[in-house]
């Protein structure tokens, strides 16, 4: 096919998809390999931002989809239905973060580390289809696990799951308590600076002491005879 050609059907299945479009969907449908369409798509997001476009070709994942440009969303929202958007509690929050950082978590894995039942919480990231199930565990039972979807990279504007924010390193205390390596850091510099502030002033002290033992102590005058 024309490269011309080619750039013309990649934009059209694209625009009617309306969705994410895999590059293995891309390959079975056009029969080219993914060289040869990511090169296609690359120099479609070239045209586009040559042409100042009102359209943009998003990379999430593994696949692509025609979106419309960020500084247009003032226009656009308007236009959209405010019901369709998911609206998350603080629950559903911790749920979500808690699957993007460990993929193929269970609900029990969930429950673990919030201290509560999560059903609701992964009942409507299902319904919104933030999360997906991803199969069975290999254990006891074979519990379901659970991942994020392209929505979910698409909502916070990530491109890949890797590009989540790194969480801050931690470990477990003599109680099993969850302590942050930053935090502990912190407090151990202001602890030396405190001991070093609390010797300087006892050193201050014992010199002050020693000058005070040292000093010879005032001689009256003779009594004249």
Do not use: C
């Amino acid at each position: 096919m024309e490269k011309e050609k080619l750039k013309g059907v990649i934009e059209a299945i694209l625009f009617a998809a309306g969705r994410v479009v895999k590059i293995r969907e891309l390959m079975a449908l056009l029969e080219v390999n993914s060289d040869e369409i990511i090169s296609t798509i690359a120099e479609l997001e070239k045209d586009y931002a040559e042409e100042g476009r009102g359209l943009e070709i998003v990379r999430v994942e593994d696949g692509y989809q025609l979106a419309s440009k960020k500084e247009y969303h003032e226009y656009i929202y308007p236009m959209l239905s405010k019901g369709a958007k998911p609206t998350l509690s603080q629950a559903s929050l911790e749920v979500l973060s808690i699957i993007a950082y460990n993929s193929r978590a269970t609900k029990a894995d969930v429950d673990t580390i919030r201290g509560v039942d999560s059903s609701a919480s992964i009942y409507r990231l299902l319904e919104y289809n933030l999360i997906e199930q991803a199969g069975k565990a290999d254990l006891p039972g074979k519990p379901m696990t659970y991942r994020v979807t392209d929505d979910f990279l698409k909502m916070f504007g990530l491109k890949s799951i890797k590009d989540l924010p790194e969480l801050p390193k931690y470990k477990l205390d003599s109680n099993r308590q969850i302590v942050i390596d930053e935090l502990e850091e912190k407090e151990s510099i202001t602890d030396e600076n405190t001991d070093e502030t609390k010797e300087n002033n006892e050193n201050q002290e014992n010199n002050n002491s020693q000058k005070n033992m040292e000093a010879p102590e005032p001689q009256g005058g003779e009594d004249n005879q």
